[in-house]
């Protein structure tokens, strides 16, 4: 979890007077998670954060998705998409799959993004290149190649990008956070974590912005809506707790290794509800004298596997057609593995150099067009290297 953070102006005790210069009081908003019995921020605003002047229905940018029918691994290219002139990190979003708990989206975004919340859960947005600020109710976060970002439930941010940014979002139905096996009873991180506090950044000052009738996109559980209000949400003159916008730079990551091959858990970075997020990082591989160092054959019987590859070479797939942003899906029910020849060639390694984001979802994948997520249609037959599409 986050740690306590205390962010601008705030008065010594909650809920009690708080002016400001001009003599009238600050509006308190308490941002609380669980029925506010868990983590929770308390804000204080300018003006009223409830002055809304207009509510209006908006269609949604999310697309149609359909069942892993004939059951098969999958092969998307982002690498090969094309964004229009003008795409933002927000409504550009491509949907590439998802199921009841889950979205997850591509987007190659140049433009400054509107004010968006989503209220439906939290978000987990991966820089695979450029750069950005994220600007939000709590301050801003400067970002770049390899961050990690969490969006917290009902967050009002924009992303204002510094050229082109590669954004890799994960969208949740609840809430996302470091596994609970790393955290203590109370919260810190645990010795044995790959991370710690001191690789998570927060807002570390307010972010004032002046406006009236400003439009704020509102994802909820019933759609979209698009709010205008009398004055900008980014009023905050200080804040203090524990829930709030996080980054921590996949590069920060320590590796967990051993003699003979490790399993995925110990890659775990992140959790939500029926997903688990990984981080493969470069790292020493194993040194049992015997060791095979790529991944054995194996069938994880109780979810889907969704391999994002950012960066290096990954060595388990050479031959496959993989390559940078692209994205493997291997579901349950197919038993998966390195390409044929992998596991002889990697004898002998001391290290990998190879980056990548592993979704791991407990409930089946759908999926978008192919067309549009530019699916390649050889990578379920790349194991025999023959079969109805192949070549």
């Not at 059951?71 to 229009?84: G, I, N, S």
């Not at 990190?89 to 591509?106: K, P």
């Not at 592993?358 to 997520?373: I, S």
Request: charged share 20%; glycine share 8%; with cysteine.
């Amino acid at each position: 979890m986050p740690y306590y953070r205390r962010v601008g102006q705030i008065p010594s005790k909650r809920h009690t007077t708080f002016r400001s210069p001009d003599g009238s009081l600050y509006a308190e908003e308490l941002m609380g998670v669980e029925g506010f019995s868990s983590d929770s921020a308390l804000l204080y605003h300018r003006y009223p954060p409830t002055a809304i002047v207009d509510a209006v229905a908006v269609d949604d940018f999310r697309t149609p998705l359909a069942p892993n029918r004939p059951l098969k691994p999958r092969h998307l290219r982002t690498q090969e998409m094309q964004w229009a002139e003008g795409t933002d990190a927000v409504t550009g979003r491509r949907t590439l799959l998802g199921n009841a708990d889950v979205t997850i989206s591509f987007v190659v975004a140049a433009a400054p993004s509107p004010l968006y919340r989503n209220a439906v859960g939290d978000e987990l947005l991966y820089v695979q290149g450029g750069a950005a600020t994220i600007e939000t109710i709590y301050g801003a976060l400067a970002v770049t190649d390899g961050d990690y970002v969490v969006i917290p439930t009902s967050t009002t941010y924009r992303v204002l990008p510094e050229g082109d940014l590669r954004l890799y979002t994960v969208e949740a139905t609840g809430h996302i956070g470091p596994p609970k096996r790393y955290l203590s009873t109370r919260g810190q991180f645990l010795e044995h974590s790959p991370y710690c506090e001191r690789d998570q950044r927060g807002p570390t000052e307010p972010l004032l912005v002046e406006g009236t009738d400003v439009d704020v996109l509102v994802r909820h559980r019933s759609g979209l809506t698009r709010y205008t209000y009398a004055q900008h949400p980014f009023d905050v003159v200080g804040w203090d707790g524990c829930l709030y916008p996080w980054a921590f730079h996949i590069g920060d990551f320590e590796p967990i290794t051993g003699r003979i091959h490790q399993p995925p858990p110990v890659h775990q970075t992140f959790e939500g509800p029926n997903f688990v997020v990984c981080s493969f990082v470069p790292r020493k591989v194993d040194y049992h004298p015997d060791a095979v160092p790529v991944p054995y054959n194996h069938a994880n019987v109780d979810s889907d596997e969704l391999m994002f590859y950012v960066g290096g070479d990954y060595e388990a797939r050479k031959g496959s057609g993989i390559g940078i942003g692209s994205l493997s899906l291997h579901p349950a029910g197919f038993t998966h593995g390195p390409q044929p020849g992998a596991a002889e060639a990697s004898l002998g390694a001391e290290r990998f150099d190879e980056t990548a984001v592993m979704v791991d979802t407990f409930r089946p994948l759908d999926l978008a067009d192919p067309e549009t997520t530019h699916e390649d249609p050889r990578y379920a037959w790349s194991w025999a290297r023959r079969g109805p599409d192949w070549d």
